[in-house]
């Protein structure tokens, strides 16, 4: 199932992950896929923000930073990732087992380390234009994010 929404600005791209927030659940992963300056780390603060953490900041140069609210959140950025190698050494099996919702930015460049089962975020557009975002559901879990969204 695959939804697209249009974010006019980044409040509504904040606005948006809220709402995929709201209905994740331990263990869920989201696959962020988009240029630089496409908005997806605003996308995550929004999604942090409903599980009530508010100090999101892009985690490039530490690749993953661990947060704690009503569920915990691990957002990874695989800009810098050059192979799985590298993911493996920091323990990322123990991450993607240790019931933490997990956000990846940056999936294009470790195609190997997205499970199955996820939601799919790929977001276009960059500077002031607006920004499509193509959401698809991999597998029955994640549906309610997606009506969820149908809504917005």
């Given at each position: 199932?695959?939804?697209?929404?249009?974010?006019?600005?980044?409040?509504?791209?904040?606005?948006?992950?809220?709402?995929?927030?709201?209905?994740?659940?331990?263990?869920?992963?989201?696959?962020?896929?988009?240029d630089l300056g496409?908005?997806?780390?605003?996308?995550?603060?929004?999604?942090?923000?409903?599980?009530?953490?508010t100090n999101i900041a892009s985690p490039?140069?530490?690749?993953?930073?661990?947060?704690?609210?009503?569920?915990?959140?691990?957002?990874?950025?695989?800009?810098?990732?050059?192979?799985?190698?590298?993911?493996?050494?920091?323990?990322?099996?123990?991450?993607?087992?240790?019931?933490?919702?997990?956000?990846?930015?940056?999936?294009?460049?470790?195609?190997?380390?997205?499970?199955?089962?996820?939601?799919?975020?790929?977001?276009?557009?960059?500077?002031?234009?607006?920004?499509?975002?193509?959401?698809?559901?991999?597998?029955?879990?994640?549906?309610?994010?997606?009506?969820?969204?149908?809504?917005?």
């Amino acid at each position: 199932m695959s939804v697209t929404l249009i974010a006019k600005s980044a409040e509504e791209m904040r606005r948006i992950g809220c709402v995929i927030g709201r209905e994740l659940f331990p263990s869920a992963f989201i696959a962020l896929y988009g240029d630089l300056g496409a908005g997806k780390t605003t996308l995550v603060k929004g999604i942090a923000e409903s599980l009530g953490i508010t100090n999101i900041a892009s985690p490039t140069f530490t690749i993953v930073r661990h947060h704690v609210g009503e569920m915990v959140l691990d957002h990874f950025d695989a800009y810098r990732i050059e192979s799985m190698d590298e993911l493996t050494a920091i323990g990322y099996d123990d991450y993607l087992n240790s019931g933490s919702v997990i956000i990846m930015e940056w999936c294009e460049n470790v195609p190997d380390a997205i499970p199955n089962n996820r939601l799919e975020i790929r977001i276009e557009g960059s500077g002031a234009e607006a920004r499509t975002l193509s959401v698809t559901a991999h597998g029955d879990e994640y549906l309610p994010v997606m009506e969820a969204l149908k809504k917005w």
